[in-house]
């Protein structure tokens, strides 16, 4: 199961609004705003899947490629290591 997505975004501001809007219509909402994260959860919940707006790490253009990242859930570390 994917546990989360990062969204690259080179202006948060303006993106909040986009994805609050887009978002809320299937009923996720933001329950998270810190520094250069923004997170949405189903009904504003942290306690599953989760989509995150953030700038890219690397202060670059957000782009498909960079601020785009994909996160996995895994039960033990030895799924991680097989799962690498």
Same mark, same amino acid.
């Given at each position: $199961?994917i &546990? ?9 501001? #303006?993106? %909040? ?9 299937? &009923?996720? %909402?933001?329950?998270? *705003? #810190? &520094?250069?994260?923004?997170?949405y959860?189903? =009904?504003?919940?942290?306690d599953? #899947? ?9 202060? %670059? *253009?957000?782009?498909? =490629?960079?601020?785009? $990242?994909? =996160? ?5 570390? *030895? #799924? ?5």
């Open positions: $199961m &546990g989360y997505l990062t969204i690259g975004a080179a202006d948060l501001a #303006q993106s %909040k609004f986009f994805y609050d809007a887009v978002l809320g219509a299937i &009923g996720w %909402k933001r329950f998270a *705003e #810190q &520094g250069s994260f923004i997170g959860g189903l =009904g504003g919940r942290n599953g #899947q989760s989509i995150w707006l953030c700038t890219p790490y690397d202060g %670059k *253009e957000a782009r498909a =490629g960079n601020g785009i $990242m994909v =996160g996995f859930d895994a039960a033990t570390p *030895e #799924q991680v290591h097989a799962f690498y």
